[in-house]
């Protein structure tokens, strides 16, 4: 079953069990993945349908951030619980040592030599990282990345150019 008709489907049991909260999300996560489909002019992919879903939970990230520095809290927790059952519908993420091990390969296929090549480098990891179907947190890679190359410069420290 897609993702479209899983979304569907608990839309649907969201009903019968009276959970308007849940049923006022799953009708948002299905708007925006129909107005994708609209704009595409084609019946969405799962990498899309993902994509729309990263989407809407990182727009709950940054609602939850402004509703915290509004001192809304009850907005803010309303976001938190929202981005949760967002979150249930996406693929696992990537852990932190599965990174360490994508960039280490990387580096030894590339013999990178130090930040110079930090962008060959983000290049190969993420496309490593991304096919394995999980989701790839970025920032967490770039972090990674900066780290191996900077210990692997000479003295440590970032070359320029």
């Keep these: 079953m897609d993702l479209v008709e899983q979304i569907q489907k608990d839309m649907v049991q969201a009903m019968k069990a009276k959970e308007p909260a849940r049923v006022s999300v799953l009708r ?18 799962e990498e899309d349908a993902v994509q729309v879903l990263k989407t809407q939970l990182k727009q709950r990230a940054e609602a939850i951030e402004q509703f915290d520095k509004g001192g809304r809290a009850d907005l803010a927790e309303k976001e938190r619980q929202e981005k949760v059952w967002i979150e249930s519908y996406l693929p696992e993420p990537v852990s932190a040592g599965e990174i360490e091990a994508a960039v ?30 999980k989701i790839v947190d970025g920032k967490a890679v770039n972090a990674c990345v900066r780290q191996k190359l900077q210990a692997l410069a000479p003295n440590g420290a970032e070359e320029t150019k």
Aim: proline share 2%; no cysteine.
């Design 28 to 45: 948002m996560m299905k708007a925006a993945l129909k107005n994708r489909e609209i704009e595409k002019k084609a019946a969405l992919s």
């Design 104 to 133: 280490a390969g990387v580096i030894e296929g590339l013999g990178a030599q130090g930040p110079k090549d930090m962008g060959a480098v983000m290049k190969g990891t993420m496309a490593r990282l991304q096919a394995t179907g």
